[in-house]
């Protein structure tokens, strides 16, 4: 299987509603993890990231949350706009001690006015 | 502070042309890495770099080349130019010690059409 699974691969909202994507990863070990938002025609950006040393971080309307011990983490977007629009990744390291990273498929959010 | 420079932005290619994309970072990054990325698909990795002098095999390294003679600079090689490299690529860079755990920073990509 993958070594991070991300869902769904698409998600259409209203503007104002809550929007939740998660991934799971298969290295217990992993230790980082962010998510990079990619609007249309530009290049990834880094959102949020977490460490494993934490369940949950907040930056205004964006959260991630994680929970090691069934190895998924979580981006939660509250309040959303329609400049949330875009397509969001996340990533995990790679099993087997490179520093590389393994990147979800994407998941492409569509937020109504 | 220019972060991750790709050029050239834009570029048609005929088949069987060859050309190199560029990659420079001014943050001192030790990682760098080549992405491609197909119209609605994912990152996938081409190759990278973990410092001056190294090179290694990503998912996809077929019909591509690279060599890393300084910090700052990864190049791109591409060679005998095929359609099914039409893609945009993304060159990346990162400071990784003691694991992967520092977040990546993105170029603005090439769009490359092979015709």
């Known amino acids: 299987g993958e070594n991070v699974e991300q869902h769904p691969s698409t998600l259409s909202v209203q503007e104002g509603d809550s929007a939740v994507i998660k991934c799971t990863y298969s290295?217990?070990?992993?230790?980082?993890f962010p998510w990079y938002k990619q609007e249309l025609g530009k290049r990834p950006q880094l959102i949020i990231d977490i460490r494993s040393n934490v369940g949950e971080k907040k930056d205004q309307r964006i959260a991630v949350t994680l929970n090691k011990t069934a190895k998924h983490f979580s981006l939660h977007i509250t309040e959303t706009q329609p400049e949330d629009s875009a397509v969001y990744f996340c990533a995990a390291p790679t099993p087997g001690g490179s520093y590389i990273p393994t990147f979800g498929r994407g998941t492409s959010l569509i937020v109504h006015p | 502070n220019a972060g991750v420079t790709q050029t050239p932005k834009f570029r048609i290619l005929k088949i069987g042309q060859s050309m190199t994309l560029q990659c420079t970072q001014d943050m001192n990054h030790n990682y760098m890495y080549w992405y491609r990325q197909d119209p609605g698909m994912g990152l996938k990795l081409i190759y990278y770099s973990v410092g001056a002098g190294i090179t290694d095999k990503g998912e996809v390294p077929n019909g591509y080349n690279v060599s890393r003679s300084t910090t700052e600079d990864f190049p791109l090689r591409l060679e005998l130019a095929a359609p099914s490299q039409t893609s945009v690529y993304f060159c990346a860079s990162s400071y990784q010690t003691g694991g992967w755990n520092q977040p990546q920073h993105f170029g603005d990509g090439t769009r490359l059409s092979i015709l």
């Open positions: 290295d217990s070990a992993s230790n980082y």
